[in-house]
């Protein structure tokens, strides 16, 4: 049947006519008429024989003619014409998702966007923000859609599923008899990107959770849909697996379903060795279960306390844990600032004063206002005129705000031959000043890593951004001998930044670890280029933890006059 392939042809006129700004009424017919051939159960060649297609509902004399059309030559006439009528590729920019054919049509008309790399570069330049409907909120979905759309044959960012998550767990909490709700699996423990989204449920109406589950909003597949699990696939590609757990047996579950596999493997050993059986039902001598209500009380019976879902990757956590050496891990709470912030003089969306309120309202102390600098000029970055009188700026806000602080920062490139885009006078009346790499990516080994390495050699850089420069499953990082500069870190006192965006995640984890290890101060920063994004300090506290960092190892759970102090004092020449 030829039935789906005419339906997609209709659509795709139908969008190309938004595009073009075509008249409503053309757009709509073929709308209509793709919905009808999608919904057909007899063969469409069938009716086209008899010549009955313009008795079925929303086809008309045009739309019928173009699918005899089609099924005669194989090509629709009316498709092949509007086709022409844009550019090759513009029409690939609807697969992203949240970007639809009105504002492809306004971006290739207004901006001239054809390709999806015009796409990228016009979502990061002002002119955007003029067109109508196209506030800061707009870009930033459309980013998000971009992002999603050039990882869709991958994973997925740990930070684009959380929010989906979080959305079906309060769901699940409001179903009646719902007692316990968890995310497990690879998204419990943070990793930086996922496969799908796991999530456990305990309570009395198994039969109310899964309908709530499988016909919530943005659901557009069910996989799977039994008495105790179900599987769903949503509107963003994402597939959730929900599993119904009865409640003596929580604990064990909750451990078997959030892995890592070589964690439960160690466990399992452990059991074994203590002539016990682990399972996703419980630890058992023989047929009695000895533990499973609580992961707690699993671990205790294992010799052994509870192990931070963040840890369980099998890298010495388990011998950590039998020794009772496990770290104390730093929390949300122990954040006392955001060390890495955009504001509208540079690329980002938001005033000072927007970015400054909200991180107030998030229980900060402080906050880094760290623009760009001037050599980056597709970001707008600031000439030294504008830093300083971003400065002054932030000596106004700083007088109408109580109990926070504003501090200078800038965001300073690392030129190609390793100098910092601002001279020593300018950098030394900051408060904070991060030194990045944004230019010379394809540069060796040698020189990266030596650009990096006279950076630090400023007494005046405090903290290196993104340091290996990775975008996660687009774009590698560049080449650095990382033990180099993290040696040359503890020499210099420079803090190495986990960047907590959740597009890089940079340093990870296992960096992290060894940086520290190596006498390295570690700074969070979101990156964030609106306050909307200010949650991902959550993904940069969570990959510390996976790093198995301590707060003490943190430069932002230093209150505002030991920051400083720290900062001051941590170059060499100082
Ligand atoms: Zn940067
Ligand atoms: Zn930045």
Redesign the pocket.
Known sequence: MKNREIARLFHATADILEILDANRFRINAYRRAARVVEDLTVDIAELAASGELTELPGIGQGTADAIVDYLETGEMFGYESVRKEIPPKLAELLEIPGLGPKTVGMLWRELNVRTLRQLKRALRSRKILELPGMGPKKVLKIQGGVRAYESRSGRTLLGAALPVADRIIELLRGVKGVKDVSLAGSARRWRSTIGDLDILVTGSDPKAVIEAFVGMDGVVDVLASGTTKASVRMDDALQIDLRVIAAAEWGAALMYFTGSKEHNVRLRGIARKKGLKLSEYGLFSGDDRVAAKTEKAVYRKLGMPWIAPELREDRGEVEAALDRSLPTLVTSEDIRGDLHHHTSWSDGFASIEEVARAAKRRGYEYIIISDHSQSLSIANGLSEERLLEQGEEIDRINKKLRGFRILKGT?ADIKSDGSVDYPDEILSGLDVVIA?I?SGFEQSQEQITGRIISAMENPNVDII??PTGRLIERREPYAVDLDAVMRAAAETGTALEINCHDERVDLNDIHARRAVEMGVMISLGT?SHDPSQGWMMDIGVHTARRAWLAPQSILNTLDRRALLKHLSRSGPAR
């Open positions: 965001e990045s944004h951004g993104h990156d």
